[in-house]
């Protein structure tokens, strides 16, 4: 079983359109989850940490389910500057490392 | 805002050299990371750094791959005998701590190795 799965993509949606990413990961020592957002041959920059109780940050809303392993990312009100692949990513257990998902790709469309 | 910042942004070279990728983390940082993403996958996890030493390393970081921080700025990946497979994106990331909660990791905008 891979470590962190996420939805395969790509996703195409409408300006203005609310978008749902989903993630799953395996290592239940896993302390920390986050979302990076990536763009075409860029590095991956933080868009937001997961808490347990949730949280939001404008238009991005992080849900984290401890005991189904499951973190999700939704998005609303898409703009075009939105277009990504959204990474799901959480540490590795006690370890330091991060370990990235696969990711999900995100064209918001005029 | 500070950030990481990585040198070269492109470096091509021929199977069997040694390259040098160099980072200069966030100044208060204390933990250095490198990940590889090779074209098309996702990022990988090579090796942690902290207290002049290497704290964790993925399989991947085998005996060609080598870091260190020569100075008090600079934290550098070796690949000593580079191979076709070696080809990625290289990014360099660092921490302030970790302690959940405060183990954030930002990136730098990565160095595109090429082995030809």
């Known amino acids: 079983r891979k470590e962190v799965e996420q939805d395969p993509g790509p996703f195409n949606v409408p300006e203005g359109a609310t978008v749902a990413f989903n993630c799953t990961y395996s290592?239940?020592?896993?302390?920390?989850f986050f979302w990076y957002r990536q763009d075409c041959r860029k590095e991956p920059k933080l868009l937001m940490s997961v808490y347990s109780s949730g949280n939001e940050d404008g238009r991005f809303t992080a849900q984290l389910n401890r005991a189904s392993q499951y973190i999700s990312l939704l998005i609303r009100d898409s703009k075009l500057s939105d277009s990504a692949t959204y990474l799901c990513?959480?540490?590795?257990?006690?370890?330091?490392?991060?370990?990235f998902g696969p990711g999900t790709r995100l064209s918001v469309l005029p | 805002e500070p950030e990481v910042t990585q040198t070269p942004s492109h470096q091509v070279t021929q199977m069997g050299q040694e390259v040098i990728l160099r980072c200069v983390p966030i100044?208060?940082?204390?933990?250095f990371y490198w990940y590889r993403q090779i074209l098309g996958q996702k990022v990988e996890f090579l090796v942690s750094f902290y207290n002049n030493e290497i704290s964790e390393k993925s399989e991947i970081f085998d005996d060609q791959f080598s870091v260190e921080r020569p100075d008090g700025s600079n934290f550098t990946l070796k690949i000593r005998s580079t191979k076709l497979e070696d080809s990625a994106m290289y990014f360099c990331?660092?921490?302030?701590?970790?302690?959940?909660?405060?183990?954030?990791?930002?990136f730098g905008p990565g160095t595109r190795l090429l082995v030809l």
């Open positions: 990513v959480v540490n590795g257990g006690y370890g330091q490392n991060f370990v």
């Open positions: 990331a660092s921490s302030e701590m970790y302690r959940v909660g405060e183990e954030t990791q930002y």
């Open positions: 100044s208060n940082h204390l933990y």
């Open positions: 290592n239940s020592a896993s302390q920390s």
